[in-house]
């Protein structure tokens, strides 16, 4: 059985409930939202641990609002990562479980590591919360840095197997005709393309830092030459980590198969032009962190989503190859899931929306001050999540009915 074959049918019997396109923009969107969360969380996490190293205040000082800022972005990637990664089983169903069964070891791996990650930077913020200059520590931090850098190495493995269904057959049956059960392969290793994702670490937190810097600038309790401190330093490192990021980019395009003639794809073009683009405006910004930390953002996060669908782009090259497509995946069109699908997001997008807007104004409020809020807002939000409960347990019992399972 060629390739081809073998991919195609092991397509899910059922088809797609909805068109394949829409799962692909979901699953790029989803997985640029994620990819931000952890690059500001790997470049939170060693910038901490370089101030702390410097051994000033200013530096200790920001060490520790990034203490927080660790755990709560890697709780908020991970929650981003079960998107992109249910929609990748959905439209590459055999690129992924064939991945993982390839390498089951580390796939069960990976989530024994960013567990420990997480824990690891909780006990750094927490060791650090009521250090000083001198009592101040690293360690929790490089354990922590350590296993993201695995969960990175696991997951890029992961990912570049899935890119290779002409190796599978070498890689399970060994050249005597012995089949490995392991789970154990570790393979497609690619390292200017694992760079491309781990450089823009430190250019997120850089455009981080400089948001971190306006976000405080209007309150009284914070010293003005600290938040002076945190801006430049985040527009320095975003500038540089961006301009890097760009030779990481053309590293990895050099690696890619010459037959694609990558270069040339429309997609990779504009986030290229855009990414020298953000770059450029950055390096303006250098001076003016505060008043430039709003469009520097929007230019980072476009760079971001436009290099993301140039990723799928390659994916789709990497697909064909092997004679598969996602456009010509059977579609079984289920309305009643799809709306609901859309609902639920919908709904949670409103819900998230008031301890969204109460965090965000809470942290504009003088130390010992109270922010007020139009108290409708948590209001409608409940009523909102009451309402989804009750269609969901609905819809339910009554499928349930329908098809003879309660009765």
Known sequence: ?????????????????????????????????????VNLVVGSTFLSIWEIWKRNSFGLRLAKALGRVITVGLSVAIVLGVAPLLFVQV??????YTATSLSA??????????????????????????????????????VA???????????????????????????IVSPSGVVSFSGGEFHGIEFGRLLHFLIPSFAVTGVFLMLYSAYFKDREDYDPDYLDYVGKKGAWMAFWASAIAIGAGFWWLGLTPTGFHFARNPIFLAGAILGVVTTAYLGTSLHKPQERAIPSALLMFSSIFVMCCAREALRMKYMSKA???????????????????????????FVLYFPALAAFEAGRTKSGQVATLDPSIGKKAVSAMIAWFVIVAGLGIIVSVKNGVLF
């Open 1 to 37: 059985m060629d390739i081809a074959t073998y991919v195609n049918s092991m397509r899910d019997p059922a088809g797609l409930p909805f068109y394949p396109i829409v799962f692909q923009f979901l699953l790029v969107l989803t997985f640029a939202l994620h990819i931000t969360m």
């Open 91 to 96: 439209i590459y169903d055999p690129f992924w």
């Open 323 to 349: 004679g598969y497509s996602i456009y010509n995946y059977p579609v079984n069109t289920d309305w009643p899931s799809t709306l609901l699908f859309f609902a639920t997001f919908a709904m949670g997008l």
């Open 145 to 171: 840095a350590g296993f993201l850098l695995f969960t990175a190495l696991f997951i890029h493995m992961l990912s570049m197997e899935q890119l290779m269904p002409q190796h599978w057959k070498q890689w």
């Open 105 to 142: 070891f580390y796939a069960l791996m990976f989530l024994v590591v960013i567990t420990l990650a997480f824990y690891s930077a909780y006990g750094f913020y927490l060791g650090n919360r009521n250090a000083d200059v001198a009592s101040a520590k690293t360690g929790w931090a490089l």
